[in-house]
């Protein structure tokens, strides 16, 4: 056990000197990858922030209007977009962060994006595109199913499920580490609603889910990677 400022723990990893776990879990699947338009390419109409701040509700129904491609790229560098990649070490980005860890992972059911076919995909945030993971027909009704049969997810246009990968948070503080990731699943979603509001879009953070259900369906094991949130993206009716 070691003395440090959280109290008397084990040591973390860095403190071992053991390397870092990579900043990004690898996407190796041969399926299709979709380049979205660069943050300095989206036009966004100004909102005031107090606005935005004032008027944050969460709205659960939504028009038939898909999203465009560059309305979906401007949430998600909102909510996980990679300012800076310093070392291979850590990542800047437009969310806090503890320690610049960014142990969140941005998985996307994709209902009415333009230019895009329904199905479940993966931001890639390191190089700002997306990756194909499921086109399956049933795909929106097991993510419903997933999450407790939720309507607002099978009408959606996008709904975002933010998984978490411990050990990048864990290699720098220890079993602390998970407490702090769920801090930053509550700066990533916020990040979501303000951002939503530029672009006429409402919000719906869900926390209901089935754990193993949705881990099962993201293909991933619950333990080194799993589900820690959701949120519902959709035109304002």
């Given at each position: 056990?070691?003395?440090?400022?959280?109290?008397?723990?084990?040591?973390?990893?860095?403190?071992?000197?053991?390397?870092?776990?990579?900043?990004?879990?690898?996407?190796?699947?041969?399926?299709?990858?979709?380049?979205?338009?660069?943050?300095?390419?989206?036009?966004?109409?100004?909102?005031?922030?107090?606005?935005?701040?004032?008027?944050?509700?969460s709205v659960r129904n939504?028009?038939?209007?898909?999203?465009?491609?560059?309305?979906?790229?401007?949430?998600?560098?909102?909510?996980?977009?990679?300012?800076?990649?310093?070392?291979?070490?850590?990542?800047?980005?437009?969310?806090?962060?503890?320690?610049?860890?960014?142990?969140?992972?941005?998985?996307?059911?994709?209902?009415?994006?333009?230019?895009?076919?329904?199905?479940?995909?993966?931001?890639?945030?390191?190089?700002?595109?997306?990756?194909?993971?499921?086109?399956?027909?049933?795909?929106?009704?097991?993510?419903?199913?997933?999450?407790?049969?939720?309507?607002?997810?099978?009408?959606?246009?996008?709904?975002?499920?933010?998984?978490?990968?411990?050990?990048?948070?864990?290699?720098?503080?220890?079993?602390?580490?998970?407490?702090?990731?769920?801090?930053?699943?509550?700066?990533?979603?916020?990040?979501?609603?303000?951002?939503?509001?530029?672009?006429?879009?409402?919000v719906c953070a869900i926390?209901?889910?089935?754990?193993?259900?949705?881990?099962?369906?993201?293909?991933?094991?619950?333990?080194?990677?799993?589900?820690?949130?959701?949120?519902?993206?959709?035109?304002?009716?």
């Amino acid at each position: 056990m070691q003395r440090t400022e959280y109290g008397t723990q084990p040591p973390s990893d860095q403190m071992l000197g053991r390397p870092p776990p990579p900043l990004e879990v690898p996407y190796t699947k041969a399926k299709a990858v979709i380049p979205l338009p660069a943050p300095d390419d989206i036009a966004t109409p100004a909102v005031d922030l107090r606005d935005a701040i004032e008027q944050r509700e969460s709205v659960r129904n939504y028009a038939a209007e898909p999203l465009t491609l560059a309305e979906t790229a401007f949430l998600l560098w909102c909510t996980q977009g990679v300012r800076q990649a310093v070392d291979r070490m850590f990542t800047l980005r437009t969310v806090p962060s503890a320690g610049a860890r960014h142990a969140l992972e941005t998985y996307l059911l994709i209902n009415r994006v333009e230019d895009v076919p329904p199905g479940l995909y993966r931001y890639l945030a390191l190089e700002h595109r997306l990756a194909e993971e499921s086109r399956d027909p049933g795909i929106k009704r097991r993510v419903a199913a997933g999450c407790l049969n939720q309507p607002h997810i099978s009408d959606s246009a996008v709904t975002l499920l933010w998984t978490a990968v411990p050990d990048r948070m864990t290699w720098r503080y220890g079993e602390r580490g998970y407490r702090y990731m769920h801090l930053d699943a509550g700066h990533v979603c916020q990040n979501l609603y303000l951002a939503a509001s530029g672009v006429g879009c409402g919000v719906c953070a869900i926390g209901a889910f089935d754990d193993a259900a949705m881990n099962r369906l993201l293909g991933i094991d619950g333990e080194r990677q799993f589900l820690i949130y959701a949120a519902t993206v959709g035109k304002k009716p």
